[in-house]
């Protein structure tokens, strides 16, 4: 039996317990691990903290603060003025990132004039989650089964591949993808100059003219080069920054239903080192390296070259059809 004393100590025990569990996230304790070429399908990058492997997705902390949810964690997949498609690795333990591919061969973005690659940095959101399993209100589509996807405007460095970064939320774009929703946030780097001065899209166009217009367009057309059609934005524009941390804010619920275990998912490891009560997915991060079979240690090849054809640049009229020259092929 329990007696009195124990039941004493636990609940002595008991604050420390909750606030341990919310113990600040140190950011400086991340490093990346990263094996292979890039530009090949066994290239990883696993996120480190303190030296062992945890999950991009599903262990950083997606706010800083919860007290001012504009701002928001979020972890660089495409670093600016790259354009190889690498992206969270869904399926597999504690999501490393990856250069996703169509039929066997590594994907790049084709440049569309007056473009090079992505403008922007690019990349996810963590513990989000655009959940398929039902038409959302304001799209009327399913969730596209991904963390939600965020482009960073700011100005001061490209980032690079698996940076982890605080970036405050201006607006969004309900982008509608082969009948998916796909938002694509759009924030700025807390350190950014004018990040103290922008809260919204139409403050951004005081300081970044244009900028936010030739994204939207850029979202809509970029898929055009490769022979796809353009992609949908629902409302036909920027949903305001109140409306866009509302969406990341209702993503965020999702991912916990779906770590809870609550919701059907698929293609998905929910493998996380930082929630021990969720006892079905939890793993202690010392033992993940082992138990995951993930390389060891860091491990970097001298890059594959990428295909010729994405040096070229594409040109789209003004409906963004691609204008193509006799014999010429699509991308
Ligand atoms: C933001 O957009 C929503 C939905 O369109 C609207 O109801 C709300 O008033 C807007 N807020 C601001 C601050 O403009």
Same mark, same amino acid.
């Given at each position: 039996?329990?007696?009195?004393?124990?039941?004493?100590?636990?609940?002595?025990?008991?604050?420390? %317990?909750? =606030?341990?569990?919310?113990?600040?996230?140190?950011?400086?304790?991340?490093?990346?691990?990263?094996?292979?070429?890039?530009?090949?399908?066994?290239?990883?990058?696993?996120?480190?903290?303190?030296?062992?492997?945890? =999950?991009?997705?599903?262990?950083?902390?997606?706010?800083?603060?919860?007290?001012?949810?504009?701002?928001?964690?979020?972890?660089?997949?495409?670093?600016?003025?790259?354009?190889?498609?690498?992206?969270?690795?869904?399926? *597999?333990?504690?999501?490393? %990132?990856?250069?996703?591919?169509?039929?066997?061969?590594?994907?790049?973005?084709? =440049?569309?004039?007056?473009?090079?690659?992505?403008?922007?940095?690019?990349?996810?959101?963590?513990?989000?989650?655009?959940?398929?399993?039902?038409?959302?209100?304001?799209?009327?589509?399913?969730?596209?089964?991904?963390?939600?996807?965020?482009?960073?405007?700011? +100005?001061?460095?490209?980032?690079?591949?698996?940076?982890?970064?605080?970036?405050?939320?201006?607006?969004?774009?309900?982008?509608?993808?082969?009948?998916?929703?796909?938002?694509?946030?759009?924030?700025?780097?807390?350190?950014?100059?004018?990040?103290?001065?922008?809260?919204?899209?139409?403050?951004?166009?005081?300081?970044?003219?244009?900028?936010?217009?030739?994204?939207?367009?850029?979202?809509?057309?970029?898929?055009?080069?490769?022979?796809?059609?353009?992609?949908?934005?629902? +409302?036909?524009?920027?949903?305001?920054?109140?409306?866009?941390?509302?969406?990341?804010? *209702?993503?965020?619920?999702?991912?916990?239903?779906?770590?809870?275990?609550?919701?059907?998912?698929?293609? %998905?490891?929910?493998?996380?080192?930082?929630?021990?009560?969720?006892?079905?997915?939890?793993?202690?991060?010392?033992?993940?390296?082992?138990?995951?079979?993930?390389?060891?240690?860091?491990?970097?090849?001298?890059?594959?070259?990428?295909?010729?054809?994405?040096?070229?640049?594409?040109?789209?009229?003004?409906?963004?059809?691609? %204008?193509?020259?006799?014999?010429?092929?699509?991308?």
């Amino acid at each position: 039996m329990l007696s009195v004393s124990t039941l004493v100590q636990a609940l002595v025990l008991l604050p420390a %317990i909750a =606030s341990a569990a919310k113990e600040k996230f140190d950011y400086d304790s991340l490093s990346l691990r990263e094996v292979g070429a890039r530009n090949t399908l066994d290239w990883r990058i696993w996120l480190e903290k303190d030296g062992e492997p945890i =999950s991009f997705w599903h262990d950083i902390p997606l706010y800083p603060d919860e007290s001012n949810q504009q701002i928001i964690n979020f972890y660089v997949e495409i670093p600016r003025w790259t354009d190889g498609k690498v992206e969270t690795k869904r399926n *597999e333990p504690l999501n490393p %990132i990856f250069h996703d591919d169509s039929q066997g061969q590594v994907r790049f973005v084709e =440049s569309v004039w007056p473009h090079k690659t992505y403008p922007v940095l690019y990349g996810s959101v963590p513990q989000t989650w655009e959940d398929p399993n039902f038409d959302h209100e304001y799209t009327g589509y399913p969730g596209d089964n991904d963390p939600v996807d965020l482009f960073d405007v700011s +100005g001061i460095d490209a980032g690079y591949t698996g940076q982890v970064k605080q970036v405050k939320i201006l607006g969004a774009l309900a982008m509608v993808d082969d009948d998916a929703t796909d938002w694509k946030v759009m924030a700025i780097d807390i350190r950014d100059p004018v990040a103290a001065l922008v809260d919204s899209v139409q403050d951004l166009d005081k300081y970044r003219p244009g900028l936010a217009k030739a994204m939207y367009d850029w979202f809509i057309y970029y898929k055009v080069a490769r022979g796809k059609s353009t992609n949908t934005i629902v +409302g036909g524009n920027y949903v305001n920054a109140t409306f866009a941390t509302d969406v990341v804010r *209702e993503s965020h619920e999702y991912w916990l239903d779906l770590m809870r275990g609550r919701t059907e998912a698929k293609k %998905i490891s929910r493998d996380q080192t930082s929630n021990p009560e969720w006892r079905e997915t939890y793993v202690e991060k010392k033992a993940a390296t082992r138990k995951f079979k993930i390389p060891k240690k860091s491990r970097v090849e001298p890059a594959a070259r990428k295909p010729e054809k994405y040096e070229n640049w594409y040109h789209l009229d003004e409906q963004f059809r691609l %204008i193509e020259l006799p014999g010429q092929k699509k991308a």
